[in-house]
């Protein structure tokens, strides 16, 4: 492993899945606007066996990424799959031909995105699989998900799916998911400038549920912040580096998936799992969120 403990390693609650904290998201993999295929595909496919290389155990997806590509790629890349490696995937969405994101919740949409999933990562199973609620955007809103979280513990049930997690959820629609199955984890838009999940990842940390942000770097338009640049300067790191550190230091249950289509990103963001953040700099950094605009998301 490059970057000895790659954050630590974590264990899905109720499973046999144990990761390193630093993972890798692969929609960046995807072409522009996570649609259609990567203008160079073979360093999509040198990304994601750098990431193996290093040690990364942990690949978020989802089919609806290109829609397919994404997945394609992580089967031509790394197929047959290494021991030990966790596929999470999401399902929720769609994308028709004019690369809209839509909502695809209904029962035989669901299934047959599981089956879509399987086919191209060519997989039995999928490891984990987070219904991802469409809603405003990437932030959520509140109504029932029960319907939806019934058909997937159904297709835990027929051997489809091993554990299920929830993404771009409420607390309450955490609650309403857990009183049907067992929830292994949530991922919702999170990172050092962005905090409206603060409450809710320490009551997952409390459950010892997995909390996965996405958009640690800030997404489409990477994080840029004067405090996380001079901390970074200090610190002999990069700003991104920072922030993914901050991240780590944060609560024992945030696991990292950082996206990136290149292998110097990748290899830099690695990186950032034996960066160590002193308190004083946790509290500098703690600051950005508070002092950032207000961010729609
Ligand atoms: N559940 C959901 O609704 C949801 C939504 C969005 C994403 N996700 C998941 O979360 C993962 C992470 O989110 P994300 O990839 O959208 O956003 P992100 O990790 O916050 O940032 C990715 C962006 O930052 C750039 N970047 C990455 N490393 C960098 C570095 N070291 N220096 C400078 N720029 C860097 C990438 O460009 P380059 O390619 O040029 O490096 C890309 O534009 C995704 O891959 C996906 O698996 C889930």
Redesign the pocket.
Known sequence: MAETTLGGSFTFPGTRFTVQRMG?????LAGKGVFGPPKDPAAAVAVLREAIAAGVNHI???DY?GPHVTNQIIRKALHPYPKGLVLVT?LGGRRPPDGSWQRAISPEELTSAVHDNLRNLGLEAMDIA?Y?VMGAG?GPEEGSIAEQVTVLADLQRKGLIRHIGL??VTATQVAEARAITQIVCV???Y?VALRHDDALIDDLAREGIAY?P???????T??QSSTLSSVASRLKA?P??VALAWLLHRSPNILL??????V???R??LAAAKLTLSPQTLAELDKIAAEAAPVKH
Do not use: W
């Open positions: 890798y998201g692969a929609m960046q978020d997806t989802s990424y999401k987070n991802r990437h993404s771009n991922q919702n838009y990172n996965v996405f958009f640690p770097l800030g997404g489409f990477p994080l990069t991104m580096q998936i950082p996206g990136t289509s290149s110097a990103h990748l830099e963001n």
